[in-house]
């Protein structure tokens, strides 16, 4: 069942959550940006798709700096 999250703050935490998990259970190592940017992907490709390949775009990046954050939050 696919999660909807209702605010920034919900998909934030899950987003946290994830990574740790996955920093824990996988070989491959995946920055935080990435797990960021495909989670978001997933339930709001609307702002995935705003940032995907611009200098907010957080992918490549091993933290996601406030204005992704700031940015993400406010077209929520």
Excluded: C
């Excluded at 996955?22 to 702002?47: A, M």
């Amino acid at each position: 069942m696919k999660v909807y999250y209702k605010s920034f703050n919900d998909f934030l935490a899950d987003a946290s959550i994830l990574y740790e998990k996955l920093k824990k259970k996988s070989t491959e190592h995946q920055r935080y940006g990435q797990v960021y940017f495909n989670l978001l992907d997933s339930h709001r490709p609307d702002i995935a798709e705003k940032i995907r390949s611009t200098k907010l775009d957080p992918f490549f990046h091993d933290e996601v700096k406030k204005e992704i954050h700031e940015f993400v939050e406010s077209q929520w």
